[in-house]
């Protein structure tokens, strides 16, 4: 296996991740309806912002239920892609014989690492999905709460100057 290509693979899993991330995060927001939602999603996974995410949606008065009922199948895709990516970003490296040998090189040493059964093809049909389930999501709540509604979170930031981060201090 071409570690290059593996690293690209691998690369545009984790780009469509960190957009998975942040359109759930535009979600969060939009779905709470304020853009102070934010100081409190910058701490919480992508796992933990489906699931409350659905649960919001579940209750929200706003929504007709055709909107809840695409939130919550945007959600499942999305919920769906995630565990795929933390299965091949966590299961998929080992220090032990399996089926393909590749070195990662590091300015201070080399090291032999395992990938387990993953093909570059399966790589990229993730990102695929990953891209496919955020798609699904951004039309779902566009649809539902409007078109400006994925931006509700931009406008803290906005009016701050810098980002939210986790650590508030």
Same mark, same amino acid.
């Given at each position: ?92 490296? &080992?220090?032990?014989?399996?089926? %393909?040998? =590749? $070195?990662?090189?590091?300015?201070? +040493? !080399? ?21 496919? &389930?955020?798609?699904?999501?951004? %039309?779902? =709540? $566009?649809?539902?709460?409007?078109? +400006? !509604? ?20």
């Amino acid at each position: 296996m071409d570690i290059d290509e593996l690293k690209c693979a691998l690369g545009g899993v984790v780009l469509e991740s960190a957009h998975l991330e942040r359109v759930l995060r535009g979600t969060f927001s939009a779905l709470v309806g304020s853009k102070y939602a934010a100081v409190f999603d910058g701490r919480m996974t992508a796992h933990t912002l489906i699931e409350d995410c659905h649960h919001i949606a579940r209750v929200h008065t706003g929504l007709p239920e055709s909107a809840r009922a695409e939130l919550s199948e945007a959600l499942n895709a999305c919920d769906a892609a995630n565990r795929q990516r933390n299965r091949v970003i966590h299961d998929s490296w &080992a220090y032990r014989p399996g089926s %393909a040998l =590749v $070195t990662l090189q590091s300015q201070r +040493d !080399s090291q032999d690492v395992t990938v387990i059964t993953r093909s570059l093809a399966e790589l990229a049909d993730l990102a695929d999905q990953i891209a496919a &389930a955020v798609g699904k999501l951004a %039309a779902a =709540v $566009t649809g539902a709460l409007g078109a +400006d !509604s994925l931006r509700t979170e931009d406008q803290l930031r906005a009016e701050l100057g810098h980002d939210i981060g986790a650590d508030l201090g």
